[in-house]
């Protein structure tokens, strides 16, 4: 559904309130998640629609140059150590949240927001982002102008794009790039590792996308076809995974701890109270973090698909000039989208024309280029034709909302087949048939 966000249409308003208040009916997917997640603040269809249209103009909106980035939270108002609470609440407008975003972004922190007992919206304070495995409320975060996201329970539900309102689906996504990360896992990897390197990936965009200077990310086959694409000499190079070894761990220490902690997590239905699984998670993101830093050099930075870096700030040169070409098989994460096909000149821009270009050439490999303006496309090359398939828009479906939506990709994950087999062994519903066999394979001696 597409509607203007300059007038939210009434309709987008009572279709979105719906897929908040019940999921089930209404969500293409993740109906047995939502029974387990979907618990938190939900807003009036009035204040719904207050909440976006603040959001949506402030995003507009300059401070000192600079544009505003904010994230706002439905919550009650906490009285914690890291909690800041105004002593008088502050009206929740665009006005206000221009003052207050600086100050919060870097790190960043939740706008609180509530009713007070007019019923009227207000700004109770702030905390720093949790490291919560699932943030249960409604959720809006501001990602730069005209671009705001509609979160609640850990998963992207709706954004404003421009001037358009959108509902967001992953799956098209999701079903372009699980080929090329499934044909390079390993042969003892468990099917579920496939979905760890997804949101990995997904993550890594994110952070590069944070700090503003955009970049050129290259995931890789085990091999080095790479470097045919590559001009030499590449100034930065090396190698290395970054992850921080813990010798009680095996190999791949990070992911394996990951899945154990996943597991428990979804059968003790207690996700906010997790804290071995949120240390496991934050060693992964600390890895993350490290190999997002180097983006920020100009030039591309080149990893496998288990984040092992190979160099960063390389410079991507033509090995066909067919990919000139070629068409663009244009993809965008929308409910209802249909792919359609654009010229390859329809790209703008050197670092969109060098990534499409890298993934021409090297089939098999993601390439994600990252505009300064945050603006996220990722491409890959088709197995059977020329074609190159073209994420646009893909900034509103990465992983803003951590552990929550991992968890809403393992009901992507499955809901798409990928375990099918273990599925139809165990006549059960999918969730229960993926707990069973995280189990089995994950204890087996």
Not at 223 to 242: C, V
């Amino acid at each position: 559904m597409h509607s203007s966000a300059f007038q939210l249409d009434q309709q987008f308003i009572n279709r979105l309130w719906e897929r908040i208040t019940r999921p089930q009916e209404t969500s293409t997917t993740g109906s047995e998640f939502s029974t387990v997640f979907l618990k938190g603040n939900i807003p009036s269809p009035e204040h719904l629609a207050l909440i976006i249209d603040v959001a949506y103009w402030a995003s507009f909106a300059t401070e000192e140059g600079a544009p505003v980035v904010a994230s706002i939270m439905l919550k009650q108002s906490e009285h914690t150590s890291d909690t800041f609470h105004f002593d008088n609440p502050l009206d929740f407008s665009s006005k206000t949240l221009v003052k207050l975003g600086p100050a919060l972004e870097n790190p960043r922190a939740d706008i609180g927001i509530w009713p007070d007992q007019n019923g009227t919206l207000k700004i109770w304070g702030f905390t720093p982002s949790s490291h919560e495995p699932v943030k249960p409320d409604f959720w809006v975060q501001i990602l730069g102008p005209g671009r705001v996201l509609i979160m609640y329970s850990g998963r992207t539900i709706a954004a404003l794009t421009g001037n358009q309102a959108v509902f967001i689906d992953p799956r098209g996504i999701f079903q372009t790039l699980m080929p090329s990360i499934a044909a390079q896992a390993h042969t003892n990897d468990i099917k579920l590792l496939n979905l760890l390197r997804y949101n990995a990936i997904l993550k890594i965009v994110q952070q590069t996308r944070a700090h503003g200077k955009g970049g050129i990310i290259l995931v890789v086959p085990d091999n080095k076809d790479w470097m045919q694409s590559i001009k030499l000499p590449i100034k930065y190079t090396g190698g290395a995974n970054f992850l921080d070894m813990d010798q009680r761990q095996v190999q791949q220490p990070s992911e394996s701890a990951s899945l154990d902690q996943v597991l428990n997590l979804i059968e003790d239905l207690n996700l906010p109270h997790q804290k071995d699984w949120v240390k496991a998670w934050q060693q992964v993101q600390q890895q993350i973090s490290r190999v997002a830093r180097l983006t920020a050099v100009d030039g591309a930075l080149v990893m496998n698909f288990d984040r092992y870096v190979y160099c960063f700030g390389a410079k991507i040169r033509a090995q066909n000039i067919k990919a000139s070409s070629s068409s663009l098989q244009i993809i965008e994460p929308f409910d209802g989208a249909v792919d359609r096909i654009a010229p390859y000149s329809s790209l703008s821009g050197t670092r969109h024309q060098s990534a499409a270009q890298f993934a021409y050439d090297q089939p098999g490999s993601i390439a994600i280029a990252v505009s300064q303006d945050g603006n996220v496309t990722i491409f890959t090359r088709s197995d059977h034709s020329d074609t190159i398939h073209t994420i646009q828009h893909a900034e509103l479906i990465l992983l803003h909302e951590g552990l929550g939506g991992s968890l809403w990709n393992l009901s992507l994950f499955s809901e798409l087949g990928w375990f099918e087999k273990e599925v139809e062994k165990t006549g059960k519903n999918y969730l229960s048939a993926v707990i069973r066999w995280m189990k089995n394979t994950l204890h087996r001696e």
